[in-house]
């Protein structure tokens, strides 16, 4: 099993399916490297030599931000927005939805399951 960036990536998957295993690597970004080593797409990665897996994880670690590095960054600009008070921060610190969606109805996601309120018959 290759191990990249911290993940072990699965070795009868083709490369570019197996690097999406890895945080913070998307379809374009795992084409992209692929291209960049000039590794075929039809390859799987347990036809993957030692030298090629080596290529990949410099590229990776040189110019991606990947798995803990980036949720460490996403939390602190979160915590940021909370910290200065803003808008966006507000939403943050109250579990609502950020991004200007309604409230009224639907956002479960954010606000978690339907609390019953006490006392209240149609």
């Known amino acids: 099993m290759a191990r990249?960036?911290?993940v072990n990536i699965?070795?009868?998957?083709?490369?570019?399916?197996?690097?999406?295993?890895?945080?913070?690597i998307g379809p374009r970004l795992a084409r992209d490297i692929v291209?960049?080593?000039?590794?075929?797409d039809e390859r799987r990665v347990s036809e993957l030599t030692d030298a090629e897996l080596l290529q990949i994880r410099?590229?990776?670690?040189?110019?991606?931000?990947?798995?803990g590095d980036l949720r460490r960054e996403r939390s602190m600009n979160i915590k940021r927005l909370m910290d200065l008070g803003c808008y966006r921060?507000?939403?943050?610190?109250?579990?609502l939805p950020v991004r200007g969606q309604r409230t009224h109805t639907?956002?479960?996601?954010?606000?978690g399951p339907a609390?019953?309120?006490?006392g209240k018959k149609k």
């Open 4 to 6: 990249i960036a911290g």
């Open 10 to 24: 699965p070795t009868n998957k083709r490369v570019v399916i197996a690097l999406q295993y890895i945080h913070g």
């Open 35 to 40: 291209t960049g080593v000039n590794i075929p």
């Open 58 to 67: 410099e590229m990776i670690d040189r110019e991606y931000q990947v798995e």
């Open 89 to 95: 921060g507000l939403r943050h610190r109250r579990s």
């Open 106 to 111: 639907n956002a479960r996601t954010r606000k």
């Open 115 to 118: 609390k019953p309120i006490a």
